[in-house]
């Protein structure tokens, strides 16, 4: 099946400073990625979906300027967590939507990135 | 909004018994249903789909069943293995739309 790389899959940052998240397409061109958060024994919770090369769009409740979204490519979107506090300590996952065909509807999703801001 | 809900939320069977999760979704507009296991520390792995058009599909010892009158889906597992042991999402979304996922079923398989 389709590939989504995540980097890192691990980052510990201090508190206060920024972390930056990739996460990659490897063999299809993603028109559409999606950025999860999750906690421990939870469901996975929405932040933002991105669409390349326009604005990201944010579910209710997550601050789009500490979590900001690029999609600047068809294969590329960043999460960076800016001026981190432990409480962002988290599981972020992206996931991709491949635009090709009858599975243009099918969503892969990375290994997740732990985070932790100490 | 959209909602989905899963059931049942933990789940022991043993070793090559089957296992079966239901889902409900209240979005009728949804055409497309994924599943995916997460085993843990890592991220949600694709194992089985079904669109609208499709009332049933079979993949190995999995299969999902669509009802799209009654608004549910179900994932079935049968002659399960321990490493089947994760967390199992639903989910559901209309098309080029976010998923909307359930809330997980912790899946044990008991040698």
């Known amino acids: 099946g389709a590939v989504v790389s995540q980097h890192p899959s691990w980052v510990i940052c201090k508190s206060g400073t920024s972390v930056k998240i990739e996460c990659r397409s490897l063999?299809?061109?993603?028109?559409?990625m999606f950025w999860y958060r999750q906690f421990p024994k939870q469901s996975l919770m929405l932040m933002a979906t991105s669409n390349e090369g326009s604005k990201a769009t944010y579910e209710q409740g997550v601050e789009k300027d500490k979590f900001l979204i690029n999609h600047a490519s068809l294969t590329l979107s960043t999460l960076t967590v800016t001026s981190a506090h432990p409480e962002d300590s988290s599981f972020y996952i992206c996931?991709?939507?491949?635009?090709?065909?009858?599975?243009?509807?099918?969503?892969?999703f990375g290994e997740g990135s732990w985070l932790t801001v100490v | 909004g959209e909602n989905v809900e899963q059931h049942p939320s933990t789940l022991s069977v043993q070793e090559g018994d089957s296992a079966v999760i239901k889902c409900t979704y209240s979005?009728?507009?949804?055409?497309?249903f994924p599943w995916y296991k997460q085993e843990l520390g890592k991220g949600p792995q694709l194992i089985i789909d079904i669109r609208s058009n499709v009332g049933e599909k079979k993949d190995q010892r999995i299969a999902v069943t669509l009802n799209k009158t009654a608004k549910h889906f179900s994932l079935h597992i049968t002659e399960t293995q321990p490493e089947d042991s994760a967390v199992y999402f639903c989910a559901a979304s209309r098309r080029s739309y976010k998923l909307i996922f359930g809330s997980g079923t912790r899946l044990l398989v008991r040698p």
């Open positions: 063999d299809f061109q993603a028109t559409t």
């Open positions: 979005d009728s507009a949804s055409n497309y």
């Open positions: 996931s991709a939507r491949g635009g090709w065909g009858s599975s243009g509807n099918t969503i892969y």
